[in-house]
């Protein structure tokens, strides 16, 4: 990757959080599905299938199904995120690696987590992992305007606020869509992914961040 031939000082990192810091598929995402599932059954007079074709649809097309939820209904992602994030037992519901820190400090740069999740669950997770403080910014769903990755807008958003060229950055992510964006924005590409596939615009796969 171009980054490679950059002192350290000027290298920058963007993080995804969800199955790149830490594995949500365990616990966090089948009670984040549930509750999503059960806000449209409430908002929306749908039933268990229904909720789950609607959120399932929804995510494919635009990202996120908060995205899919505003621009066919109206939705006010305020109300939405605030009763499809909620997880009190947060911190025994995560699962990670516990090289995560230690690895983190031993990459050199300028590091950012950049999360289709609301600010309150991305910042509880990092502080449950003890890596917060290794991160310059954070940057979420709502400093997007709500429109996720994989959109451009928020890749803009990250890079203007930062002025960072985006030939300097490396965008570390589990989904694919979200890759080739940062790819077509210049940027290097992780994929963390277990799969042995190779992709055009991923640089480089790893089995895991540390």
Not at 100 to 109: D, I, M, T, Y
Not at 163 to 191: K, S, Y
């Amino acid at each position: 990757m171009r980054i490679s031939r950059l002192p350290p000082s000027r290298r920058v990192w963007i993080f995804d959080l969800d199955n790149t810091l830490h594995d949500a598929r365990a616990r966090i995402f089948p009670s984040m599905h549930e509750q999503i599932n059960a806000y449209l059954k409430r908002y929306y007079g749908v039933d268990d299938a229904g909720a789950d074709a609607m959120r399932r649809g929804f995510w494919q097309r635009y990202g996120t199904t908060l995205r899919g939820l505003m621009r066919h209904h109206s939705e006010d992602p305020r109300r939405f995120l605030a009763e499809t994030h909620v997880f009190p037992e947060l911190a025994d519901m995560l699962v990670h690696e516990n090289a995560l820190k230690h690895a983190l400090a031993r990459l050199a740069g300028r590091k950012l987590v950049f999360s289709n999740a609301p600010r309150v669950y991305v910042e509880d997770v990092l502080r449950a992992l003890r890596v917060r403080r290794f991160f310059d910014a954070v940057y979420t769903i709502e400093d997007t305007g709500y429109r996720g990755k994989p959109s451009l807008h928020g890749f803009h958003v990250l890079l203007r606020n930062h002025d960072l060229d985006p030939h300097r950055c490396v965008f570390i992510d589990d989904m694919l869509e979200n890759l080739r964006a940062a790819h077509r924005l210049g940027m290097g590409t992780v994929w963390v992914s277990a799969t042995r596939r190779r992709v055009p615009y991923v640089d480089l796969r790893v089995a895991s961040i540390t």
